[in-house]
């Protein structure tokens, strides 16, 4: 039985089928792996930080605080004389909203610094954000689709989130 696989294989027949299979199967290899590195390395971040440029357009007004703040902010600020500034107004809800429809999951708001912290999962989607005339930058902020942080975070339950 040996004797006749030993001749099989030596067969200059077999041997050039052999060899060109194992080409193909490499080749076949090398494009996938090729390709999915190409895939990965436009995907290797899935969460950004959009920063946006201004907060024109909001709803929110530094002349009703209490719109947008706790009794207990206010009492707080009178308490220790603190004015009120244009970044204690909510991130503009028709920005987040706009973003939201061009496919990225809105995670937090953050109205200090008038951005959001987004997932993405294609950079096409990523490239038409950047496209927005209210964007300033984007920042990549995470590699994993999972939490930042972890629990329910406080900033979800600002006006302007849904």
Known sequence: MSNSFHIIISSPTY???FRRWCMGIGMAIGLVLTCSNAIFAQLEFKKYWIQFSDKNGTPYSL???ENFLSEKALARRSQYGIALQNNDLPVNPNYIATVRDMGATVL?????FNGVVVQVNDSATLLAIQELPFVQQTKAVAKKAGRIGGGNHPATNMPGFE
Do not use: Q
């Open 15 to 17: 041997t050039y089928t």
């Open 108 to 112: 937090y708001p953050s109205k200090w």
């Open 63 to 65: 002349s009703s605080p």
